[in-house]
């Protein structure tokens, strides 16, 4: 296999903006106050540029045409995967499901989009309104609530009713990627986060609840480039003991002073300042992936890959998801080494143009 990650890379070339800075990487500026994302003049505000262990970056922007405002949710279990997303792109609304069967690796996917609609909901600040996409074909939901949020979803094939616990010393990690002044992303991702509830997939209902099942989170509000390609992977799980979470990033990130990359362990977030390396091959979504670097040394091994398309020419949504577990060691910046067995999560590579 050569050099599978330039080869992807170079397959569907991330555009576009400049970038804002570099060179060496400097560590990433940790923000403990409330910032608004954007100037009075609706670019980015410098103050906005760095990471936080809670919310701290506020949504003001503005205009139209480039907003992308999105939250994703997976919930995992032992057996059944759940997850929907909601997303709002200023001429344009959607939202998708996705539900698997670990044991017969049976799927279902569907997905609605309102074309010249937004919404609203998602502009108001995270988790002072439930946010909702409803359709013909399937209907998903955000409810913030006391102690957390509740997770709602309704389909042919699937139903799920789940309570994610969010405690208030609960972190988190946010990061602001800036590709320039007017182009720029927060992001917010959550994991390890206690899920109960029940799930029902054809006919079956599950009881989520206990080990083994963990929700993520990935919220999203900034201003996109009109391409971009993006690597994701987190996973969640207990090894020896100590609570791990895995969450890392790549390509979407590149020359830019910001990471998505961070470890939790047990419960504190460890932020990565550098970039990974990602060693897969895009002829084989299901080969073992490698993620290294800055203190991670880990290997994935995919069970099941969830490929989708939406190409309109002028906008277009290319995914490859794969779900699996990932085994290996990550170092804390204290010099300890924590070892990662069979942990459940996913990894993906995304092209999208908008």
């Excluded at 299901?286 to 069970?303: C, D, K, L, T, Y």
Aim: aromatic share 10%.
């Amino acid at each position: 296999m050569r050099d599978p990650v330039n080869r992807a890379a170079a397959r569907e070339p991330a555009e576009t903006a400049p970038p804002v800075s570099s060179g060496v990487r400097e560590v990433e500026r940790e923000i403990d106050q409330t910032v608004d994302l954007c100037l009075p003049s609706g670019r980015l505000n410098p103050r906005a540029v760095g990471w936080s262990r809670f919310p701290r970056h506020r949504d003001n922007l503005t205009g139209w045409g480039r907003n992308k405002r999105f939250d994703y949710w997976c919930v995992v279990t032992p057996d059944v995967v759940l997850a929907f997303s909601i997303s709002d792109t200023d001429y344009k609304s959607g939202f998708s499901l996705f539900c698997l069967d670990l044991a017969t690796l049976t799927s279902a996917a569907d997905a609605e989009v309102k074309w010249l609609q937004r919404n609203h909901a998602m502009s108001a600040p995270w988790g002072t309104r439930p946010i909702v996409g409803s359709g013909k074909r399937l209907d998903v939901g955000i409810h913030p609530c006391d102690g957390g949020v509740r997770l709602s979803a309704n389909s042919a094939r699937v139903t799920a009713e789940l309570f994610v616990e969010i405690g208030e010393d609960h972190e988190s990690m946010g990061v602001l990627v800036p590709w320039s002044d007017r182009v720029f992303q927060y992001t917010r991702k959550d994991n390890c986060l206690p899920v109960t509830g029940k799930i029902s997939f054809d006919g079956r209902e599950r009881v989520v609840g206990g080990t083994g099942s963990y929700a993520t989170m990935d919220h999203g509000r900034g201003r996109w480039p009109y391409s971009i390609v993006w690597n994701w992977a987190s996973a969640s799980g207990v090894t020896d003991g100590h609570e791990i979470g895995l969450q890392f990033g790549a390509k979407w990130t590149d020359g830019t002073p910001s990471t998505e990359n961070s470890l939790r362990i047990d419960g504190r977030i460890e932020k990565i300042s550098d970039e990974l390396d990602w060693v897969y091959d895009p002829d084989d979504w299901m080969a073992p992936w490698q993620i290294r670097g800055s203190g991670v040394e880990v290997e994935f091994h995919p069970v099941f890959h969830r490929a989708s398309k939406f190409d309109k020419k002028i906008v277009l949504s290319r995914e490859d998801q794969v779900f699996g577990r990932f085994s290996g060691t990550v170092t804390s910046r204290s010099g300890r080494t924590y070892q990662v067995e069979d942990h459940f999560g996913w990894a993906e590579e995304v092209h999208r143009r908008w």
